[in-house]
């Protein structure tokens, strides 16, 4: 059982607007930054979304991301088909001193 | 160009040992955390340590306390992991990863070692 909790699964079809969430608690999200993590099949994850909303340089953006109390969430909008990939949000926790990751959401696009 | 080339990864019996490396380049090495991060087959990402910049700072994973040795070597650019009285639950691929502070951003990931424990 992860500490972050995310939905397993979400999908879209192309073009549509995809939401996907992500739950923690105060002394996790509530009290540090949340990034997020795109894995693509067979691949190494590579970072999507960092400090609650920025993105780094060659991520579109299509890809954005907020955060509000103990929650954060990434979007996506303009779904394409090279999207579909397993996201992972993710924070320090100050608690367990280490850093916990969410469970991963399959996108599917349909 | 910042690059992570794990390896050490392989088949150990349970109750063995391995040693991870990580050579890292395209950066100032001694100036960021770095981190190992897992992934069992088919599952999600496990943190499993973070050491600081200097190597005076460590942190584990509660999974692997008192089993495994995060450290690294400035002198040659390259992250370690020591990991003893391994268990079958430990196979996974093993990632390192360019951490930036003392937080879950991480920027740059290796491709990763397989680890498998097995009789």
């Known amino acids: 059982q992860s500490v972050l909790t995310q939905s397993p699964s979400a999908s879209g079809t192309p073009g549509q607007r995809v939401t996907i969430s992500c739950s923690g608690s105060?002394?996790?999200?509530?009290?540090?930054?949340v990034n997020w993590y795109q894995q693509l099949p067979g691949m190494a994850p590579k970072l999507l979304i960092h400090?609650?909303?920025q993105r780094p340089s060659g991520v579109p953006d299509r890809f954005s991301a907020s955060k509000s109390g103990t929650s954060a969430s990434l979007a996506i909008s303009g779904l394409q088909s090279e999207d579909e990939a397993d996201y992972y949000c993710?924070?320090?926790?100050?608690?367990?001193?280490?850093?916990?990751f969410g469970g991963g959401t399959k996108l599917t696009v349909l | 160009e910042v690059q992570l080339l794990e390896s050490g990864g392989g088949l150990v019996q349970p109750g063995g040992s391995l040693r991870l490396s990580c050579a890292a380049s395209g950066f100032t090495f001694s100036s960021y955390a770095m981190s190992w991060v897992r992934q069992a087959p088919g599952k999600g990402l496990e943190w499993v340590s973070s050491v600081s910049g200097s190597g005076d700072s460590t942190y584990y994973a509660d999974s692997v306390k008192g089993r495994f040795t995060i450290s690294r070597d400035s002198s040659k650019n390259t992250l370690y992991l020591q990991m003893n009285s391994l268990r079958a639950e430990d196979t996974a691929v093993y990632y390192c990863a360019k951490q930036i502070g003392g937080s879950s951003f991480f920027d740059y990931w290796g491709q990763g070692t397989l680890v498998t424990v097995s009789s």
């Open positions: 400090s609650n909303n």
């Open positions: 105060t002394s996790n999200i509530g009290s540090n930054i």
């Open positions: 993710a924070a320090w926790d100050d608690s367990l001193n280490g850093v916990v």
